[in-house]
């Protein structure tokens, strides 16, 4: 198995990761797990040698067991943040993620088996941009409301 894209540098990290935008409607597929309060993107890192299209198509089935093709790129996201467990934990992190708009079919029906790096069990969840509970990234609030047909470069800067 080849080593997700994660390398020590400094006191820190960079990952280089992959997130999947599946739609149906207004909503968007989420994932939360067993110990964290807020919900993160299906996706995960991209493993060496394999590409940014590859990883996302691996990710999306090893999270929602359905092999979906892509759409097209949304989004290039630079983020600046601090780990919050393991080895990671206080570490700065400088993560370029890569949001792909997947094609969802109507009769898509995910169903999630996979676990975190720490073993806590993960769960699907459909939102909108109105719930209420905490999700990352962040930016999915506005910018899912009236996707755009181009690729957007965001960057996120959470260094305290």
Not at 25 to 34: A, E, I, R, S, W
Not at 148 to 155: A, G, R
Request: glycine share 6%.
């Amino acid at each position: 198995m080849a080593s997700d894209c994660t390398v020590a540098i400094d006191n820190g990290y960079i990952n280089i990761r992959v997130g999947a935008i599946i739609m149906k409607g207004n909503k968007f597929l989420m994932v939360g797990n067993q110990k964290d309060e807020y919900l993160y993107s299906v996706g995960g890192r991209i493993q060496f040698g394999e590409s940014a299209e590859e990883a996302v198509v691996r990710e999306v089935f090893e999270e929602t067991g359905v092999r979906l093709e892509v759409d097209r790129l949304g989004f290039v996201h630079e983020n600046f943040f601090y780990g919050d467990y393991g080895k990671k934990e206080d570490r700065l992190i400088y993560e370029i993620s890569f949001f792909f708009y997947m094609k969802t079919p109507d009769d898509f029906e995910p169903v999630c088996d996979s676990f975190t790096d720490d073993e806590s069990k993960e769960r699907l969840i459909w939102v909108d941009e109105k719930s209420d509970i905490t999700y990352y990234p962040t930016f999915f609030r506005e910018e899912l409301r009236n996707p755009s047909s181009s690729v957007k470069h965001i960057v996120t800067d959470n260094r305290k």
